[in-house]
């Protein structure tokens, strides 16, 4: 199994690498602790202590902090409880008019609105643009991405997370108490 610098790692990561490395690195069997590698890269960058169980995003990570799994962005705001959509706590601005889309599609490219709505999702932290999505009108928010932590650290690491919580989708249930 080959071993890899750090920095090695860090370079690939930022695309800092030569080519023909690159192409090598990509055929080669993979080192045993890519994992635990590129989180301490993406570890060192953040300022905030919380430790990074997986990336979400080139922004957003899954966190653990205080007994809990939350969604936390670079800039250090946090989306509460990692089964419930972050989506639900960011900024959002919707594009359903002709002259909004027109901002971004031309011609026949351009949705019909009254079909499509785009959406866009900015973080109240620093402003990031966190996701975009052309979605039916009236369709809730996609929820891209819930992983399976446990079992990804229990059978893929081969090192369980410390108090198991119960893999479900929870934004059904934040929804039901604001409309209660
Ligand atoms: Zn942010």
Redesign the pocket.
Known sequence: MPEYEIAEIERLMDGKLPWPRVQEIMKGAKDSDRFDKWVEVLQGRVEWPEKILLPLTS?LFIVQKDGERVVK???G?EFGDYRVNWKLQSLIHTRDTEEELQEIYQGTEQPDPTWVQIREYY?P??G?QLEVEGVPRGTPPDFEFLPDLDTFYREWLGRPLPDEKEFADKTPDVIKEWSA
Request: hydrophobic share 0%.
């Open positions: 922004e962005c670079r800039c705001q973080c932290g620093c990031s």
